[in-house]
């Protein structure tokens, strides 16, 4: 994964805390080559452990 990515299960994650619409999330995380993600139970659990139960918005790429 790029700097600043978390990786888990072989899939990226860019976990931001910038505040913003969801349409200029999706943009940022396109211009990140990456794309809005939705998570599964498991891994929401994994992100909250690596960062606490904040918000964020997250991007993934494969």
Known sequence: CPEAWVGYRRVC????????????????CSELGASLAVLSDEEMGFLFLLRGNVDYWLGLRR
């Open 13 to 28: 994650y860019y976990l931001s805390r910038d505040e913003g619409t969801w349409e200029q999330a999706q943009h940022r």
